[in-house]
Every structure is written in structure tokens, then in C-alpha cells.
């Protein structure tokens, strides 16, 4: 933002933005990986935050109901189901966030990625330490963000699957 309270963006080659973009800023009290994409129109204008692109995910792939303890800390894992609108190879590693409002934590390790389903599609799978995610007796869901990277555009995810956390 400078002096004049409006945008500006450059292109990777360096010309001056023009027209409609996507880009992250993180205003103040909005910690990194935090933020999601925002749609910028025009020049002065006020942006709009994206509206993410619902993903299918699955905690605790394979295990139906999805429990989480609270008395310990383990790795759940997380997948994201790719397919032919997502390829999960796009999917930014530093921008994947998991938890209570899906802003809690990082994953542990990069995805491990394979077509888990069957699908003939890749899918990823990310690991995140339950002590990090903000769950508490009652919760019903967890949810999962990140940022895709598709054909020169950043664009928002978001995924939520049923869980049961158990004290």
C-alpha cells in the first residue's frame, strides 16, 4: 500500500498492474498463513477477499467415525482428494493451514502425495499434531485451507470433514 492508500501490484516481468488480480496481503493483526487471496479490481479500490473453492478432504482417511483425543498428541492426517479440476501438486505448501477454524496450524512434514482413492488422480496427504489444531469437547468438524497455484492465479481452498473429538 503506499502513500496514497491505494494497491499496487507488479506483474513478475515487472509492468504495472491493471484490470483484476489476486494477491495476498496480510493487513495488520493477520498473522502469516492466515490470510487468504484477495481480489483486487481497479486502481484505489477497496479489495474483496476471495471466496475459497470448496475442496473434498477426509481426516483420518479410511476411519469412520473421525475421532480425535484430546488426553494425547499424535499426527492426524489429512487428505485432499484431487481430481480433474485439482491437481494437489499445485497446492502451495506454505499457504496449508488445518484446525478448529482452519487457521490453527502447519502441517509437520511436506504431503505425502498418491491417489489414495483410486481415482486416477493424485491426492496429498498432510500430517498435523492434534495439541496444535484448537479442538475441544464438541466440536463437530475440522477445517483445512490452502492456496492453489493454477495457470498464473493464486486461488483459495477450503475443505471440512465431520469429526468427533472425544476428551
Known sequence: ???????????????????TATASIS???CSMGQC???VLTGVGTTPDQATPVTVVIDIKPGQSPNKIW??????????????????????LRGTVTFGRTGFETDPVQYPLIRDINSDGFYDAIYRFMTDDCGFYPGNEYGVWRGVLWKGGTAVSLLGVDGLVVMP
Open 70 to 91: 484430546l488426553n494425547r498428541n499424535y499426527a492426524i492426517d489429512v487428505a485432499v482428494f484431487g481430481s480433474s479440476d485439482l491437481s494437489v501438486l499445485g497446492i
Open 27 to 29: 493487513p495488520p493483526g
Open 36 to 38: 487468504l487471496p484477495v
Open 1 to 19: 500500500m503506499n502513500g496514497f492508500g491505494r494497491i499496487v501490484l507488479v506483474a513478475v516481468l515487472g509492468a504495472a498492474w491493471a484490470g
